[in-house]
């Protein structure tokens, strides 16, 4: 559970330090990267219960730079008046890649993920 809870507080500020940080990734709203930040957070959340493990750490992050990527690309056309171009998108998830190996670190090296566990 802790790390759904910093999944959720971290990846609504990777997407809305992204806002602010890159001009080809413009929101209308406040509130709008949160949601999308929200989405990917919860996405990553059950990608990483279904197949987070040691031998397959490298994976799971690159599958997560793609769907934060698509996340933030397909969901920002949702929202009127916020544009996303394909390069702010791909940066974004970049961001959230970043963090989402220091998450994987964290998760793996204090236990938090069941090593005997397999994904069916």
Known sequence: ???????????????????????????????????????????????????????????????????ATAIVYFGSLMFVNSFVSFWGAVFTGLLVAATEVFQHYWLLHSGRVDEDAVAD
Not at 33 to 45: E, K, M, Q
């Open 1 to 67: 559970m802790g790390g759904f809870i910093l999944k959720i507080i971290l990846c609504p500020v990777a997407v809305l330090f992204a806002s602010w940080l890159l001009t080809n990734v413009t929101f209308s709203n406040w509130y709008q990267p949160i949601v999308l930040g929200i989405v990917i957070a919860i996405v990553g959340y059950f990608m990483e219960v279904l197949m987070l493990r040691k031998d397959t750490n490298w994976l799971a992050t690159l599958l997560d730079f793609f769907m």
